[in-house]
């Protein structure tokens, strides 16, 4: 079927990095203390959230699907890049198709292709390519030693972060300079996968502090499921970077930047290569408002020889002021600019006409939250984003919190978000095959949500989350009725779907917590009248109807960790994309990690991992059509952090 | 001159508006930890007067906490004892408590209780800004609050710290360093 290879072609069409703001907010007396009491020790130190309002709440505050992973879960976890991390959230779905590439989404919507609703922000620059509209989470390698959290929310969050935060937000969120002094070696060899990163923190003068580090990382090939596969995917990776943290007065300012250098070493398959530059200055105003921004500019070049070679530069400014209307409040509002200059060079039948594309974004943003009663809260705000892709794209938002009582809340909220056109949905074009899209327009969404969040008892933590999320314009492959070609992508499908999310933790004791998540998805999509899809609905995803997962984490004896992780993953049934029989994809998987952990010393720590015991490979992802499809192995590591 | 006038005016703006309020969420995370430091430190038998004695959590030179303290102390327990709370007006009667919190309305007096203490089974708290340093220390970092911990502090005192603890902490100075 011809139109496979064009959308191999699209998918190939790869990028680095661009799009959507966010600024790091300050706080501004947020009425939390009243929650305070009720944390535990770990969550104190973090009791500042800035994802869901951006700017610091209460998690249990949050009216939102918020899942925070926290540097000890991770560590925990034995992860070893940050794709391998967030499979601690239950709201998310990770699907890992070969050494290096991930599809990660939220709420559905994944696969190779299709992953496209999800943004992604490391210390609030967007990692979300806007040429290709996905993640390249190979490139997406921060430090897990410097990771401070990750702030996983499910669910719109256009208000405040812009065009494609449709079916969630993660925010990576790296520790000060402060908060890394000193030197850190942390070192991983494994069965799969070798690891070195090395770090050194330093106060450089008076009221700063500056940390460089250095990493480099080889994942092995995995094994192809086509026996005609003979490509060696292993991927290596040499990355350093900085973060410097100023604070003068009532002023904090920080500059930090990533450089890499990435490949498949076995075979000349692509590589890629970037840099980053990111400043931010926060300033505290008198009577408690704040004012933020944040600058940066980040370019990444991705080649794959023979097939593309692209290039996509981005700057962007960032502008947000902190304060209140009236009494008791808390407004914010800003706007953001962004240029972009994307640059394709395709040497397929498939390619672009303007080889260069240049982008502008613009958006405003306001919004305020106020307690309409004495429990209940309400936040409401607007995005007005314009793009030269897209014209304009209003993302409305309003969300209630109830706090019934002292240790539970109840939140609802309806909100708007879209997914802004990317060049490969306009612009991509093959002579005869496939024509280019300049009406293409944003895929978009009215999402109703509602949630529980509380704590029932000390040693119990709980979240609960419903949606119904209606979909418009979701593209599809449009056919000529009698010559099928030439084919064009165009807005044509609607969604209803529903589903849940939950997770718990639960301390048994004082050395032995768990951990459950879980989350289910029911899915709904029509074409619209006069409207067809080739590929039987390849942009919609493959998506598993359910997945759950329980963990366990042991301080059996002093300094000794036993952790121990389940998770399942229910099969994933869609329709072929050249057949359109519908069958089963991905089978339904269950597997199991276990961790040993020694702090041998109050700087030593020593850790043995197993990852995905139960079978000796097993298959995450599948679309021929887009990639080799690759299963994933079993593996084993032994990780040594030795500060100094 | 005139930039300390200024700095009145702001602070007078500060009280009229919300930036009370703001003190008092960092107040009341203080307030949540101390009683939560507790089940993570082990004393000396002899820093109790009996084996179901309360932990006794001392606050030095007024009440920063605004009644916080003994609602989050009131909730909990560590092992057989329950926790209570005294306000001391001057740092005589120190080594009685098991913890004292060294607040910074006078740090001088924070300075005198840090000495009168030192060596006993007390751990000293003390509060961000001040110079002095106890056995914990609370620091304001990226508007959260964090804490560093004074390992060879607690040893002198023959308490230990469990590493739980340990590696909540933003900074630990081990045991055997000056």
Not at chain 1, 539 to 545: H, I, M, R
Request: some cysteine.
């Amino acid at each position: 079927m011809p139109f496979g290879r064009i959308s191999k072609a699209a998918g190939i069409v790869l990028a680095v990095n661009v799009l959507t703001p966010v600024a790091r907010a300050q706080p501004v007396n947020p009425p939390v203390q009243d929650v305070v009491p009720q944390l535990s020790i770990e969550e104190l130190a973090n009791v500042a959230i800035t994802s869901v309002s951006r700017r610091p709440e209460p998690l249990a505050q949050a009216p939102a699907a918020v899942f925070v992973i926290t540097a000890e879960d991770i560590r925990r976890a034995g992860a070893i890049n940050i794709p391998e991390a967030l499979r601690l959230a239950p709201n998310l779905e990770v699907a890992r198709m070969n050494s290096y590439a991930y599809a990660i989404s939220a709420r559905g919507f994944n696969s190779p292709e299709s992953s496209n609703k999800l943004l992604v922000l490391v210390d609030g620059r967007s990692v979300y390519s806007l040429l290709a509209s996905t993640v390249f989470w190979e490139n997406v390698d921060v430090p897990l030693a410097d990771v401070a959290r990750i702030e996983v929310i499910s669910g719109p969050g256009g208000t405040l972060y812009g065009a494609n935060a449709v079916n969630g937000v993660i925010n990576i969120v790296t520790k000060s300079a402060g908060e890394t002094q000193g030197a850190l070696l942390d070192a991983t060899a494994g069965t799969a996968d070798m690891k070195i990163m090395a770090r050194y923190g330093f106060a450089p003068w008076e009221g700063a502090s500056l940390r460089l580090y250095g990493q480099a990382s080889h994942a092995n090939n995995t094994s192809p499921v086509s026996v005609l596969d003979i490509s060696r995917n292993a991927w290596a990776r040499n990355q350093g970077g900085f973060r410097l943290d100023q604070k003068l007065g009532a002023d904090n300012l920080t500059l930090q930047g990533d450089i890499f250098a990435n490949s498949t070493p076995a075979m000349d398959i692509k590589h890629t290569r970037g840099y980053n530059l990111t400043g931010r200055w926060s300033h505290a105003l008198e009577s408690g408002s704040s004012l933020e921004m944040q600058v940066y500019s980040d370019e990444s070049a991705q080649i794959i020889p023979g097939t593309i070679r692209e290039q996509l530069d981005t700057l962007d400014l960032q502008v947000q002021h902190n304060t209140a209307l009236w009494w008791n409040d808390t407004f914010i509002w800003g706007g953001e600019y962004r240029h972009s200059k994307e640059s394709v060079y395709s040497f397929l039948a498939a390619g672009f006409a303007n080889p260069v594309t240049h982008l502008d974004i613009e958006n405003l943003f306001a919004q305020d939250s106020f307690f309409l009663f004495d429990k209940l809260k309400v936040t409401t705000g607007i995005k007005i984003e314009n793009s030269s892709f897209s014209n304009v794209d209003f993302m409305p938002d309003l969300r209630f919190s109830w706090a019934v009582a002292d240790n539970h809340m109840l939140w609802a909220s309806v909100s708007r978000a879209v997914r802004t056109p990317s060049k490969l949905d306009r612009e991509l074009e093959s002579p005869g095959v496939l024509l280019p899209s300049p009406r293409f327009h944003s895929e978009k969404l009215t999402a109703y949500e509602a949630g529980y969040r509380g704590q029932p008892t000390a040693a119990l933590s709980l979240s609960v989350s419903l949606y119904y999320n209606l979909y418009d314009d979701l593209r599809t492959t449009f056919y000529q009725p009698v010559t099928i070609y030439p084919l064009q992508l165009r807005n044509g499908i609607t969604g209803d779907n529903y589903g849940a999310e939950a997770w718990a933790k639960y301390a048994l004791t004082d050395w032995w917590r768990l951990s459950l998540g879980a989350n289910w998805l029911q899915r709904t999509e029509h074409l619209k009248p006069g409207r067809r899809d080739l590929t039987f609905g390849q942009s919609l995803g493959q998506d598993p109807p359910y997945q759950a997962q329980i963990r366990s984490e042991m301080n059996v004896f002093e300094g000794w960790e036993f952790d121990a992780a389940l998770r399942s993953i229910a099969h994933v049934k869609a329709r072929d994309a050249t057949t359109g029989n519908t069958q089963v994809l991905v089978g339904a998987y269950t597997e199991m990690d276990l961790r040993v952990g020694w702090h041998a010393t109050q700087t030593t720590e020593i850790s043995l991992e197993g990852f995905n015991l139960l079978h000796a490979r097993h298959l995450e992802a599948n679309d021929p059509s887009n990639y080799a499809p690759q299963y994933v192995p079993r593996a084993f590591m032994l990780n040594l952090r030795q500060s100094l | 001159m005139r930039a300390r006038l200024t700095t009145l005016a702001l602070l007078g703006l500060m009280t009229a508006t919300g930036a009370r309020a703001e003190v008092s969420v960092e107040y009341a995370v203080k307030a949540a930890y101390l009683p939560k430091f507790i089940p993570f430190i082990t004393w000396p038998d002899a820093a109790f007067t009996a084996p179901d004695a309360p932990v006794t959590i001392c606050v030095l030179g007024g009440d920063p906490f605004g009644g916080k303290l003994e609602q989050a102390a009131g909730e909990l327990r560590s092992g057989d004892r329950t926790i209570s709370v005294r306000y001391l007006p001057a740092p005589d009667g120190a080594a009685s408590c098991q913890v004292i919190f060294l607040g910074k309305t006078d740090a001088t007096m924070a300075e005198g209780a840090l000495d009168a203490v030192k060596g006993k089974p007390v751990v000293t708290v003390t509060d961000s800004g001040l110079k002095a340093h106890g056995v914990i220390s609370f620091v304001i970092e990226a508007n959260h609050v964090r804490f560093d911990i004074d390992q060879a502090a607690a040893a002198q005192g023959g308490m230990t710290i469990s590493s739980k603890l340990l590696s909540l902490a933003r900074a630990v100075k081990p045991r055997g360093q000056p």
